[in-house]
């Protein structure tokens, strides 16, 4: 009966010793493999020592404007910064070393609020830390560009647009329509800043 019952014995530790292995290999892939991926991880970012190579700039592509004597730290030509996860954010150039060109719509523009029996009438200027590509886009597309512009305010109504908030969710919202078309109709959007040369609600 003793006999019988030494081989029994054993089968369980031979069995538990075996799991404490396997346990031991899984945790060894795991912390190995999320070494692996950290590692993988920083080297895109740059965080560990691997230099990014920069894309070529294309010359037909409207290239950012220099101020005199502005130190360079780097190319700042994209629009757009990438953030871990794919995630995008809109960079804007800095103005202490670029240089602003300055376009304004001849015409004025006249929407009909969106409330009311009102109107809002404003003349409108815009501009670039680009070069005069992007004024030349501008000039090109006023149409279409003036078309967007009049869809954004005949959005507004007769409270928010008196109010500066309004003013400035506005001025913003109209940025990024002439950025929209200029994108669509370039491939460039390139409008730093839009700016109310008159206003008048009624």
Same mark, same amino acid.
């Given at each position: 009966?003793? +006999? /019988?019952? =030494?081989p029994? *014995?054993?089968?369980? !530790?031979?069995k538990?010793?075996?799991?404490?292995?396997?346990?031991? $290999?899984?945790?060894?892939?795991?912390?190995g493999g999320?070494g692996?991926?950290?590692?993988?991880y +920083? /080297?895109? =970012?740059?965080? *560990?020592?691997g230099? !990014?190579?920069?894309?070529?700039?294309?010359?037909n592509m409207?290239? $950012?404007v220099?101020?005199?004597?502005?130190?360079?730290?780097?190319?700042?030509?994209?629009?757009k910064?990438?953030?871990?996860?794919?995630?995008e954010?809109? !960079?804007?150039p800095?103005?202490?070393k670029?240089?602003?060109?300055?376009?304004?719509?001849?015409?004025?523009f006249?929407?009909?609020l969106?409330d009311?029996?009102g109107?809002?009438?404003?003349?409108?200027?815009?501009?670039?830390?680009?070069?005069?590509k992007?004024?030349?886009?501008?000039k090109e597309?006023?149409?279409?560009?003036?078309?967007?512009?009049?869809?954004v305010?005949?959005?507004?109504?007769?409270?928010t647009?008196?109010?500066?908030?309004?003013?400035?969710a506005?001025?913003?919202g109209?940025?990024?329509?002439?950025?929209?078309?200029?994108k669509?109709r370039?491939?460039?959007?390139g409008i730093?800043?839009?700016?109310f040369?008159?206003?008048?609600?009624q």
């Amino acid at each position: 009966m003793s +006999a /019988a019952a =030494a081989p029994a *014995a054993e089968a369980p !530790k031979k069995k538990g010793k075996m799991k404490g292995i396997v346990m031991t $290999l899984v945790m060894a892939l795991v912390f190995g493999g999320g070494g692996v991926g950290a590692g993988l991880y +920083a /080297a895109g =970012a740059g965080l *560990a020592g691997g230099h !990014k190579e920069e894309a070529p700039v294309d010359p037909n592509m409207p290239q $950012l404007v220099k101020k005199e004597g502005a130190e360079d730290h780097g190319a700042e030509h994209g629009e757009k910064k990438t953030l871990p996860m794919g995630f995008e954010v809109e !960079k804007s150039p800095d103005p202490t070393k670029y240089k602003a060109s300055y376009y304004t719509f001849e015409q004025p523009f006249t929407a009909n609020l969106r409330d009311s029996d009102g109107f809002t009438q404003i003349g409108l200027g815009a501009s670039t830390f680009y070069d005069q590509k992007v004024l030349d886009n501008l000039k090109e597309n006023e149409l279409p560009i003036r078309s967007a512009i009049l869809m954004v305010m005949a959005q507004q109504d007769s409270f928010t647009i008196s109010t500066p908030e309004g003013k400035l969710a506005l001025q913003k919202g109209l940025k990024d329509a002439i950025n929209e078309t200029l994108k669509q109709r370039t491939g460039f959007g390139g409008i730093d800043n839009v700016y109310f040369t008159t206003m008048v609600v009624q």
